[in-house]
């Protein structure tokens, strides 16, 4: 079992930026390949980034890149996305995930933790 914690969402104003924090536990972290995702009112839920195990890789969507940053911290089992420029468009329910250690980039349809997800409000 892998427990996961986003921190981090809140209300902020277009243009603005936030730091969601997803804390992991349950699993050696630097095994696990993590991701972001959001899921907005009345849509599926989608992909929004992702990253390898030792943080080399990483995977954007592309309404996010150039904007979104995800990054990791494995002494810490943290992963992060930096979220700038933010648009009222951003606006979702944010959730980290992992399929549990078994694939090098989460998907989602291979995710099989999840968080319970941190709400993103941008006003414009």
């Known amino acids: 079992q892998v427990q996961l914690v986003e921190s981090g969402g809140g209300l902020v104003q277009a243009g603005g930026s936030l730091r969601l924090s997803c804390a992991a536990s349950?699993?050696?972290?630097?095994?696990?390949?993590m991701g972001w995702f959001r899921q907005a009112p009345g849509k599926e839920r989608e992909f929004v980034s992702a990253i390898t195990r030792g943080g080399r890789s990483t995977y954007y969507a592309d309404f996010v890149k150039g904007r979104f940053t995800i990054s990791r911290d494995n002494a810490k089992n943290t992963v992060y996305l930096q979220m700038n420029s933010l648009k009222p468009e951003d606006t979702a329910v944010y959730y980290c995930?992992?399929?549990?250690?078994?694939?090098?980039?989460?998907?989602?349809?291979?995710?099989?933790?999840w968080g319970q997800g941190t709400q993103v409000t941008v006003s414009s």
């Open positions: 995930a992992t399929d549990g250690g078994f694939q090098a980039i989460v998907t989602i349809n291979n995710a099989r933790y």
């Open positions: 349950g699993r050696t972290f630097s095994n696990l390949a």
